[in-house]
């Protein structure tokens, strides 16, 4: 546990430049924090949280300046960081050319979610690791988001570096979402700031999106989450021998028949770690599929720890097309 001072802070900075995760206050809950530029410390978050899946996760700004770096604000969304950053808002815009944050924080998506918080806490720690920070609340999987310090370590104690304390969380429940893709906002997750309050800086109703569970994980719209990075090569999975014309993705030191005819391979880890997997999956699966292979072939990965979210994203990505 470090105190939310300047000794405190800078603790936590070195620790979060070197690819730990620590759990850091906000003003809507606690954050469970990685460097965003940084797969394998983002690979680190799910692995804490025992999430089966990897949802794209928002990247925490210090200020607008950091935060455009990232993604492409258009007008709506310019209106809207003007007025609630900081704050417990968070924007969906499309990814800018000169963005640092990995593919695994995104999962894969060719949009972000951003969001600069109002916390001194946060803020001053931004500042001093320099980098985006990517931070789901800092839960287990399917548990109750913390507003205290000493929740975070109730409920994860032994699986993170450290926890930042910042006191209780003044807002005490998750940033409002809004994405800002096509030119019409749309509500994702309802939170921190009230529609009323985003429709009156906007000046027209706000269209609705959000699903009864007020997590945007159901398709929310065209060309969002449906549209997860798709290859166009057909996937098949558990691959035993790799076909003419198919690239090989393999796991651990595997070398199935056929490998030497492969159109390309990549190995998401020789050594069979799991963590290093999940940081190399998204950049790996792009890399065959622009070899223009038919199909990409997976070798088994096993299905327990980040396993199971690896193995899902590939099994989606084998039902994904057309
Ligand atoms: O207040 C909050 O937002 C807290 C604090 C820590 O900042 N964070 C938080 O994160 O609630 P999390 O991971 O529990 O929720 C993030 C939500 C997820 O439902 C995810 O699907 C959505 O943001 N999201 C992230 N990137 C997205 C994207 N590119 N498109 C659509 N939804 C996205
Ligand atoms: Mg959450």
Redesign the pocket.
């Known amino acids: 546990m470090l105190a939310g001072d300047d000794a405190g802070i800078a603790r936590a900075a070195g620790l979060l430049r070197a690819g730990a995760c620590v759990a850091v206050p906000?003003e809507?809950?606690y954050?469970l924090a990685a460097d965003a530029t940084d797969a394998h410390a983002v690979a680190g978050i799910y692995e804490a949280k025992g999430r089966p899946r990897f949802?794209?996760?928002?990247a925490?700004c210090a200020d607008f300046v950091g935060a455009s770096r990232e993604g492409v604000f258009d007008a709506h969304a310019r209106r809207l960081a003007e007025a609630f950053w900081p704050g417990?808002l968070?924007l969906?815009v499309p990814l800018a050319g000169t963005a640092r944050v990995s593919d695994l924080a995104?999962a894969g998506?060719p949009?972000?979610?951003l969001?600069v918080?109002d916390h001194p806490v946060a803020t001053a720690l931004l500042r001093a690791v320099d980098r985006p920070l990517a931070?789901?609340?800092a839960n287990p999987s399917g548990r109750i988001s913390p507003t205290e310090a000493a929740h975070v370590a109730h409920d994860m104690a032994g699986r993170i570096a450290a926890i930042l304390d910042g006191g209780a969380t003044r807002v005490g429940l998750?940033?409002t979402?809004v994405?800002c893709l096509d030119g019409v906002p749309r509500l994702?997750?309802p939170?921190g700031v009230s529609r009323e309050a985003l429709e009156a800086v906007l000046g027209y109703a706000l269209a609705e999106d959000a699903p009864a569970s007020g997590?945007?994980?159901a398709p929310?719209a065209p060309g969002?989450?449906t549209s997860h990075y798709a290859p166009r090569a057909r996937v098949r999975l558990n691959a035993e021998t790799i076909e003419p014309g198919e690239a090989a993705l393999l796991f651990a030191n595997v070398s199935p028949r056929g490998i030497d005819e492969a159109v390309a391979v990549r190995n998401l880890s020789a050594s069979g770690d799991l963590r290093e997997a999940a940081a190399n999956l998204f950049g790996a699966m792009r890399a065959l599929d622009e070899t223009g292979a038919a199909g990409i072939a997976v070798t088994p990965v096993p299905e327990h720890g980040l396993g199971a979210a690896i193995m899902d994203r590939l099994r989606r990505a084998a039902a994904d097309r057309g």
Do not use: K, Q
Request: glycine residues 6%; charged residues 15%; proline residues 14%.
């Open positions: 906000t809507t809950v954050g949802n794209p996760l928002i925490h417990p968070t969906v995104r998506l949009s972000i979610a969001r918080p931070a789901p609340s998750e940033s979402i994405a994702l997750r939170g997590e945007p994980t929310v969002m989450l």
